[in-house]
């Protein structure tokens, strides 16, 4: 019977994984199968790939064809390179040391590219973070500049209105001392007022005792004014 390498398909919607498997070409894609080879994810990166490089160099030897994707599959992991290698020392052209040593070279070398890819993918995910994370710094450093500048303005309006309150407190303290000074003020005038009337009552009597002794002496001064004139007319 006609066998075939090919995937069949597994996980869910979106999402899917694959299984490495020789079947029967006659049987469904995800029916029955001789024997599983290996497992394939596209959903990480690189992508996951297990095979077991040996049983299907047996099934290439018996005749077995891998699908496109199978065959590049079986390539990246050696399997063609090393069916071809058994080929050569069927042939006579290749020891068997010879072959095992080439192919563990292909190896140590496929191992080391794939080792570098991933590197370079983690230093590709890492300078991708550090761009994101000074992003979002700045994005950050803005939002609290913006913060900021929107609550300068009702600082201002609140030290405006603490200013304006301890103004409104200082007069509300003056007002009242202003007041008690006042009643003070008419208390004294209203206790020197008496006084004032009693000096003004003591000096009148004074005033008009001196006006009436100096009457007398104001009379006979103008007498004698008249009589001088009196006298200058006769002569």
Request: hydrophobic share 40%; glycine share 4%; aromatic share 4%.
């Amino acid at each position: 019977m006609p066998v075939k390498i090919r995937l069949q398909r597994h996980g869910k919607k979106g999402k899917p994984f694959y299984w490495i498997v020789a079947a029967d070409s006659r049987s469904k894609r995800d029916g029955k199968f001789l024997e599983k080879l290996g497992i394939y994810n596209p959903n990480t990166n690189p992508a996951t790939v297990e095979l077991k490089v040996d049983n299907s160099v047996t099934w290439l030897q018996n005749g077995a064809q891998p699908t496109d994707t199978a065959r590049a599959i079986l390539s990246y992991k050696g399997a063609l390179l090393k069916h071809h290698l058994l080929g050569g020392v069927r042939k006579g052209a290749l020891t068997e040391e010879q072959a095992e040593e080439k192919f563990n070279a292909w190896l140590a070398e496929k191992e080391k590219s794939v080792a570098d890819k991933i590197s370079g993918l983690d230093k590709v995910k890492a300078e991708a973070r550090a761009k994101a994370l000074e992003a979002e710094k700045e994005v950050n450093e803005k939002r609290a500049l913006a913060a900021v500048e929107a609550e300068a303005p009702e600082a201002e309006e609140a030290t405006e209105e603490v200013e304006a309150a301890a103004e409104e407190t200082a007069v509300a303290e003056e007002a009242p001392a202003t007041e008690e000074a006042a009643p003070e003020a008419e208390v004294e005038a209203k206790e020197e007022a008496p006084a004032a009337e009693e000096a003004a009552v003591e000096e009148t009597p004074k005033a008009e005792a001196e006006a009436k002794e100096e009457a007398p002496a104001v009379e006979e001064a103008a007498a004698d004014a008249k009589e001088a004139e009196a006298t200058t007319e006769e002569e």
